[in-house]
């Protein structure tokens, strides 16, 4: 399978959007998605962008492409470590999991995490999503069991 991995682009927008309500329903939560496609695409790609992504494509025979998975993230910032690579989501549509897609997005997003200076990758992961858990630990990622999530909605 010819699967190539890209800096995501303005007009990828509406079909991560899809693949962001296609998280949401395999989460249980589809009405938790709450943004709005403008805002989304403004987040990305407006005269100051908050997230920058990537995505896994694999090329149709007329010429375009169809988007398969993305990894979203943003800078967190560290009083202890500096800048971080905050991933927000990584997703593969269901279909293409067990691919080697989210692999190939993951190896971009260290490759990244490199070029950028950032001092780690940090995530969150549900506990009950064995496989992402699998994914995570088969690349050598640490849990931490001490913190708690946080968050106050405005």
């Not at 693949?19 to 249980?28: D, G, P, Q, S, T």
């Not at 995530?123 to 001490?146: C, H, M, S, T």
Request: overall charge negative.
């Amino acid at each position: 399978m010819d699967i190539h991995i890209r800096k995501a682009v303005r007009e990828d927008c509406a079909r991560l959007m899809e693949l962001v309500h296609e998280l949401a329903i395999f989460e249980k939560a589809p009405e938790a998605v709450t943004v709005s496609l403008e805002h989304f695409m403004e987040s990305g790609f407006g005269e100051k962008p908050v997230w920058w992504a990537f995505v896994a494509a694999t090329p149709n025979p007329d010429g375009s492409e169809t988007v398969h998975g993305f990894a979203l993230y943003y800078i967190r910032y560290s009083t202890w470590k500096g800048q971080r690579m905050y991933l927000e989501d990584i997703i593969v549509t269901e279909k293409m999991r067990g691919k080697g897609l989210g692999q190939l997005l993951l190896d971009r997003l260290k490759e990244e995490a490199r070029e950028r200076g950032f001092s780690a990758i940090v995530w969150q992961v549900l506990d009950w999503n064995e496989p992402a858990i699998r994914f995570y630990k088969k690349n050598g990622a640490l849990f931490d069991p001490e913190w708690i999530n946080c968050s106050l909605e405005i």
